[in-house]
Nanobody
């Protein structure tokens, strides 16, 4: 199983960035997919989730209206389109997959997003 995030980097406040999470080794369309982030020295923060089966999406209040989660099920890839980025969005973003039981089944290694002028 592999989940590989990409697309992180340095962006100015108010800018946009798109994260990708390429997956393999599991049945992508049978899992819920998540974006989770973690600031240095802080706990994990759930950002967004998508039901790959019906496409329903969910967002944390902190990103609602600014971030959009999506998938390309044919490519087993998860995306996070981020706009109106703020300095407090500067964290490592992880993608994760859950089959519906307790907790996440699989995690990526993360990609760092830095929002700074």
């Amino acid at each position: 199983v592999q989940l590989v995030e990409s697309g992180g980097g340095l962006v100015q406040p108010g800018g946009t960035l798109r994260l990708s999470c390429a997956t393999s080794g599991f049945s992508f369309s049978s899992y819920w997919m998540y974006w989770v982030r973690q600031a240095p020295g802080k706990g994990l923060e759930w950002v967004s989730a998508i039901n790959t089966g019906d496409g329903s999406t969910y967002y944390a209040d902190s990103v609602k209206g600014r971030f959009t989660i999506s998938t390309d099920n044919a490519k087993s890839t998860l995306y996070l389109q981020m706009s109106s980025l703020k300095p407090e969005d500067t964290v490592v973003y992880y993608c994760a997959a859950a089959s519906g039981g307790d907790g996440m089944d699989y995690w990526g290694k993360g990609t760092l997003v830095t929002v700074s002028s």
